[in-house]
Every structure is written in C-alpha cells, then in structure tokens.
C-alpha cells in the first residue's frame, strides 16, 4: 500500500484558486450552495450517534478533523456549532487563506498544512471529515486508511463525494465544467470518482462500518442541494469506527 496520499497537481491546482474560496459568486460558488445541505447532515448524524441534547451547540468539546479544509467553508461553521476544529490542507495557500479568515471573524480553528499521513497529532478524534476530497487524492485507499488511524473508537467519520457513473460524467464534468460553468474546466478527472460498493469496501478493512449512505441532488427549481435516494452522481456517507 502506497504511504503518500497527496497528489501535487491536484494540489497546484486549487492553491491557485486559493484567494477565492470566501467569494460565494466565485470558484468555489458550488461549495458554497452546498454547504448548508452538509453541514445539516453531520449536524443530524452527530446528535443521533452520540445523543447529544445541545442543537444549539451540537458539536461542543467534540474534537473534530476536517481533512483537505481548503479555506474553511465547513471548518468555520462546524466551529460556530461548538466543534474544537482542526482544520488541515497540503496546499499551504488555501491554510493561509483559512487562518486569515477564522481570524477575522476570532474564531479559533487550528490550521495545519499537512496530509493525513504527516499530522503529528497525540489524540484522536470524535469525528473526521472527508468532505469533497477522496476524489482528489493519490490513492483513496490509503487515504481511507491514513485517516481512520486518525480516528477514535466509535467515532464518526463522513464522506462525500462523486460516484463514477455515466451520469457523473454528463452532469459533474460536462454539465457543471463545460456548460454551467460552475466550476473550472479541469477540476475533476471522472478517474478519480469512486463507487459507493468501492469506498464501503475500503472502509471496512479500515474498521469503518457503514451507518448511513445517501445521495445528494442540486434541484434548480429552489436553487439548492437536498439528501435524495439517487446517488448516481453526488453521495455522502457516515460510518462508525469499530
């Protein structure tokens, strides 16, 4: 198994959209549209797993790790709702970007520019988050791995990302690249997009278990993303660390 999760043109690529990860009109406009529907789903799963009474404040003294952070966008409000966050990236412009940010708005997230494999940390986390990244990594397998040592027992671990389907393609490449233009011809690479049989399979040699796994649709008629029962394009997915 490989050792090395980062992948350096991936990397280089979002450390030059960098200074525009808290433009919601931007680059990263489609992050920004679907973060409410991300955050509601952690949120939920969070307090249904470790009955937590506090919704105001669901994530509080909860140790939380949001893997590939980029600027922020979830960090941020996962720290609002309580959560000690630390936030890590390999692109050292986008954890620039996110100290910058969480200063600004005095909210204290520890930003580290590392990989999985090389956070030296001594205790492990309630939850890890995997949120849009496994499709831009080295090798999703030993990234799955790397970020489950990472993890508690019993702990959560959420993540999301595109499934490698027909429609992916037609929708996630040459509908949101080439034709919306919601994001940057050349962000993804339908290679790197995983089946769900496939993550599930890695997950458990990973002492991960499946609790939850749903897809994610964009409906234009309201203008946002809501958690639906077709996961042939965009899914998010819990598990549980055994």
């Known amino acids: 198994m490989k050792t090395n999760t980062i992948n350096k043109e991936e990397i280089d690529k979002f450390s030059k959209m960098a200074s525009e990860w808290w433009d919601p009109n931007g680059k990263f406009k489609p992050l920004h549209k679907f973060n409410p529907i ?8 969070v307090i249904k797993h470790f009955k937590i009474n506090n919704s105001k ?5 909860l140790e939380i790790l949001d893997i590939g952070c980029g600027g922020g966008l979830l960090s941020e409000p996962i720290s609002r709702l309580g959560g000690v966050v630390t936030g890590i990236d390999a692109s050292i412009k986008n954890i ?5 940010h969480s200063k600004e708005k005095k909210l204290k997230i520890n930003y580290i520019c590392a990989s999985p494999e090389k956070l030296k940390k001594k205790n492990k986390f309630d939850i890890v988050l995997n949120m849009e990244i496994v499709e831009h990594v080295e090798d999703v397998e030993t990234f799955i791995n790397q970020s489950s040592k990472l993890l508690k027992k019993n ?5 999301a990302t595109i499934n490698k389907t027909l429609k992916s393609y037609l929708f996630a490449i ?5 034709i919306l233009r919601w994001l940057p011809i050349g962000t993804h690479e339908w290679d790197k997009f995983v089946e769900p049989k496939k993550l599930v399979e890695f997950a458990k040699r990973n002492n991960l278990k499946l609790i939850n796994l749903n897809g994610v649709e ?11 029962n077709d996961n042939s394009v965009n899914y998010i997915s819990n598990f549980k660390k055994n």
């Open 38 to 45: 991300r955050i509601k789903y952690i949120k939920d799963c």
């Open 57 to 61: 404040q669901p994530f509080k003294n």
């Open 96 to 100: 620039k970007i996110a100290k910058i």
């Open 155 to 159: 702990g959560l671990m959420f993540i």
């Open 174 to 178: 040459i509908g949101a690249e080439y």
């Open 218 to 228: 964009f409906n234009p008629i309201i203008n946002e993303w809501k958690i639906s």
